[in-house]
């Protein structure tokens, strides 16, 4: 059984930085892939971002520049970092695992795991 916890949502001005954390236990291998995703309000869950065991990332071009995206093994934990939000980015973001480290590092239906997710807020 996998559990993922995430943390670090709010609320904050347009241009402002968020991180977000993710703490994951139970069976989680040091081989698998973990990502970020988001639903915002009417539209369809996205994948933001994803990182594999040795560190490579991948970014949605919308996030690309302004998040990072980081994982410590040791803790298992995830993390992402994100400055100058837009208008654009508030949304429930979610933490994930892809066991098999899918190709379709985007797409929902490649993550086994979910955490239940965080409000992320940006004002005007």
């Known amino acids: 059984q996998v559990q993922l916890v995430e943390s670090g949502g709010g609320s904050v001005q347009s241009g402002g930085s968020l991180s977000l954390s993710c703490a994951a236990s139970?069976?989680?291998?040091?081989?698998?892939?973990m990502g970020w995703l988001r639903q915002g309000p009417g539209k369809e869950r996205e994948g933001v971002a994803a990182?594999?065991?040795?560190?490579?990332?991948n970014y949605a071009d919308s996030v690309k520049g302004r998040f990072t995206i980081s994982r410590d093994n040791a803790k298992n934990m995830l993390y992402l970092q994100m400055n100058s939000l837009k208008p654009d980015d508030p949304a429930v973001y979610y933490c994930?695992?892809?066991?098999?480290?899918?190709?379709?590092?985007?797409?929902?239906?490649?993550?086994?795991?979910w955490g239940q997710g965080t409000q992320v807020t940006v004002s005007s």
């Open positions: 139970g069976d989680i291998y040091a081989s698998s892939c």
């Open positions: 994930a695992v892809d066991l098999y480290c899918s190709a379709s590092w985007w797409a929902p239906l490649a993550y086994n795991y």
């Open positions: 990182i594999d065991s040795s560190g490579s990332t």
